[in-house]
T-cell receptor, first 114, second 119 residues
Framework: AQSVTQLGSHVSVSEGALVLLRCNYSSSVPPYLFWYVQYPNQGLQLLLKYTTGATLVKGINGFEAEFKKSETSFHLTKPSAHMSDAAEYFCAVSRRGGGNKLTFGTGTQLKVEL | GAGVSQSPSNKVTEKGKDVELRCDPI?????LYWYRQSLGQGLEFLIY????????KSGLPSDRFSAERTGGSVSTLTIQRTQQEDSAVYLC???FGTGSPLDSGNTIYFGEGSWLTVV
């Protein structure tokens, strides 16, 4: 069985500061990995995904994430936070060969302060 | 309307009543998913339809929950004899193809959800 742990249900950063949202997974084999963002009253939007190849993945809105097999992690970063980044972020995994069925973490609410 | 469409957007129902939630996937998408988002619970997988294959119902929490997908397009999630713990946002999503994330075309697109409140 797969599981996803997101450390910190709430993260607060200053505008212009580094954003770091943590995600660790548990799986018998490395899964596919995803980050989704949910803005208030909107559906989930894919930020980026790791499937194979280069372990540093770049996504939309300046976000990137690095797959580290040895640490079973897929942390999301952005060098400089913007007010518009305030949202809830979900890390998710899906099993290789298991279709697109996603297992989500509990989410991290990002607050960006002036 | 290029996105996944869900209705109703909000539903308040009395405990014990049945509710139906509708999902209109993106045209041409063969895969359709239902998830539930509860406060403090995160997002839970409920059910997955892929083309004409038998659906994966492994996430349905009880036999009060069922879902259909008619004609390979629109889906209805039905909750019978609703309970207060059923209060949540029910999210529908769709994607192309056989479901491998290796295919860049297999991005899952989510609707805005149906907010269900059971009183």
């Amino acid at each position: 069985a797969q599981s996803v742990t997101q450390l910190g249900s709430h993260v607060s950063v200053s505008e212009g500061a580094l954003v770091l949202l943590r995600c660790n997974y548990s799986s018998s084999v490395p899964p596919y990995l995803f980050w989704y963002v949910q803005y208030p009253n909107q559906g989930l939007q894919l930020l980026l995904k790791y499937t194979t190849g280069a372990t540093l993945v770049k996504g939309i809105n300046g976000f990137e994430a690095e797959f580290k097999k040895s640490e079973t992690s897929f942390h999301l970063t952005k060098p400089s936070a913007h007010m518009s980044d305030a949202a809830e972020y979900f890390c998710a995994v899906s099993r290789r060969g298991g279709g697109n069925k996603l297992t989500f973490g509990t989410g991290t609410q990002l607050k960006v302060e002036l | 309307g290029a996105g996944v469409s869900q209705s109703p957007s909000n539903k308040v129902t009395e405990k014990g009543k049945d509710v139906e939630l509708r999902c209109d996937p993106i045209s041409g998408h063969t895969a359709l998913y239902w998830y539930r988002q509860s406060l403090g619970q995160g997002l839970e997988f409920l059910i997955y339809f892929q083309g004409n294959s038998a659906p994966d119902k492994s996430g349905l929490p009880s036999d009060r929950f069922s879902a259909e997908r008619t004609g390979g397009s629109v889906s209805t999630l039905t909750i019978q004899r609703t309970q207060q713990e059923d209060s949540a946002v029910y999210l529908c999503a769709s994607s192309f193809g056989t479901g491998s994330p290796l295919d860049s075309g297999n991005t899952i697109y989510f609707g805005e959800g149906s907010w269900l409140t059971v009183v």
